[in-house]
């Protein structure tokens, strides 16, 4: 029978009912190759980025079904992002994606 908190010589009174967690060596391997894992990850990930879904101002008209005004006015207002090549207007089809989720109306603020 293991000796009770108030018997072990040393120990204090505000550590008498404080539970004890046993990490074995197989846990902290584990830990080791989880964390080894994820780093290995972030890697790929940091190293070899997604390629870029790149389209042309008609591509994006298409898409979106949006007008060569409209599309001009939302790229002369910074709304959309645009990279010029030469003569030519790129666009980050995926950038375009994410700027109209995060524009997303609805009831609460009295428009469809």
Do not use: C
Request: aromatic share 6%.
């Amino acid at each position: 029978m293991a000796p009770r908190a108030e018997q072990v010589p040393g120990l204090s009174q505000n550590h008498k009912h404080m539970a004890a967690t046993i990490i074995t060596t197989e846990d902290l391997m584990e830990f080791k190759e989880d964390l080894l894992e994820e780093f290995k990850k972030l890697m790929v990930e940091h190293t070899h980025p997604k390629p870029k879904n790149w389209i042309r101002s008609s591509d994006v008209r298409k898409r979106y079904e949006i007008s060569p005004g409209t599309l001009h006015s939302l790229r002369s207002r910074n709304i959309i992002p645009s990279y010029k090549v030469g003569g030519l207007l790129f666009y980050d089809a995926e950038e375009i994606d994410q700027i109209i989720l995060d524009n997303k109306v609805g009831p609460l603020d009295g428009t469809v």
